[in-house]
């Protein structure tokens, strides 16, 4: 039976939308990225990339060692990827790379001073009362701070004159840093809130919240 050409419009218009609604690069890079980089002789950490994309496109922010909410663009297509921010210690850092799943590896080139290899996921945020409990600032000695906050639904920590460095979740209040494993992390809670920081690090060292 041939349906009547009123039935046969909303059902392209459906058909139209689907196709409309799925990134033309087939694949959606939308998300928070831990990605870890190793220079060799130049040294290694890890950055946090929070991305959005529309089409080929992305744009979003980087957070780690060169900077905190520093703005990245880039394409991504066919399971390729590019991206790049610029800083002011070493100019342009670019990636290029590739997608499979939740996973990203490549290479990196920091300027005209490193290159090397790059690789990562996408990271399981914390949850905002997990968030919440934990930001604020904290005392090591006087005039050296520590402050926690949150970028892309992860957690940081930044010392006083230094680059920012994830904290990894370990549970109980416990967290190693993204830059070392042996580095650790705890934090003392009283009533939903936390009120002193330990750094596990050549030793043990305690900083009281301050704000």
Known sequence: MRLPRTDVVPLLAIIALAIVAVPVSGQDVTGTWALFVDLGAGGSGEGLFVFEQEGTAITGTYTGAYGTGVEVSGTVEDGQIMFSFRTGQVGLISYDGAIEGDTMTGTVVYGASASGTFGGSLAEPISAEEIATYEGVYELAPGFEVTVFSRGGQLFAQATGQGAFRLKAQGDHAFIASF??????????????????????????????VR
Not at 181 to 208: C, K, S, W, Y
């Open 180 to 209: 070392d494993d042996n580095v650790r992390v705890e934090f003392v809670v009283e009533d939903g809130t936390a009120t002193t920081f330990i750094l596990f690090q050549n030793g043990r060292r305690e900083a009281p919240r």
